[in-house]
């Protein structure tokens, strides 16, 4: 669901956002602009665009072996949308201009600010990630585990 709906979002940016102003959202809170990423989270390593293909493919396969042992279903959304993040973001890099496996990642959502000038320029894929990375850590945190127990104390004794 993650990849289909960052890929619709990112094609209507690129078809009808590109060529306009941006579009301002919940009186300014948020605006769609068109913006184009070769680096990682705030525009890093943007020399190194071939990496990050790599790193992704690697994520991806790692979640796909830990999503299969999976029972917990807050795990399993917290891995889904950190996979459906990671793959969308892939998606840009493989297929999106300059040229394969060197692709520039589609940005749209900007807080405040109607050229990014107050917080960096994400997308859905990034939106995904986050969310799943921070649930992840909170049901770490709340000592629930994937195989579906809850471990109560310091000494990792589940809970009955």
């Known amino acids: 669901m993650v990849i289909g709906i960052d890929l619709a979002v990112k094609e209507w940016t690129t078809s009808v956002i590109a060529h306009r102003e941006p579009m301002k959202v919940l009186g300014g809170l948020i ?10 989270a705030f525009s890093m390593f943007s020399d190194l665009t071939w990496v990050f293909p790599i790193i992704a ?3 991806i396969v790692w979640l796909l072996v830990m999503v299969r042992t999976t029972v917990s279903l807050p795990w ?6 950190v996979l459906g993040g990671a793959a969308g973001n892939l998606g840009d890099r493989i297929f999106r201009a300059p040229k394969p496996f060197h692709g520039h990642v589609v940005d749209m959502f900007s807080f405040l600010d109607d050229h990014a000038g107050h917080f960096p320029v994400f997308n859905i894929a990034d939106s995904a990630l986050t969310v799943g990375v921070a649930l992840a850590i909170l049901l770490e945190f709340t000592g629930r585990r994937r195989d579906g127990r809850r471990v109560t104390g310091k000494d990792d004794t589940p809970d009955a």
């Open 31 to 40: 605006y769609v602009i068109y913006a184009r990423n070769s680096g990682a």
């Open 57 to 59: 493919t690697a994520v």
């Open 76 to 81: 399993a959304v917290a891995l889904g949308l």
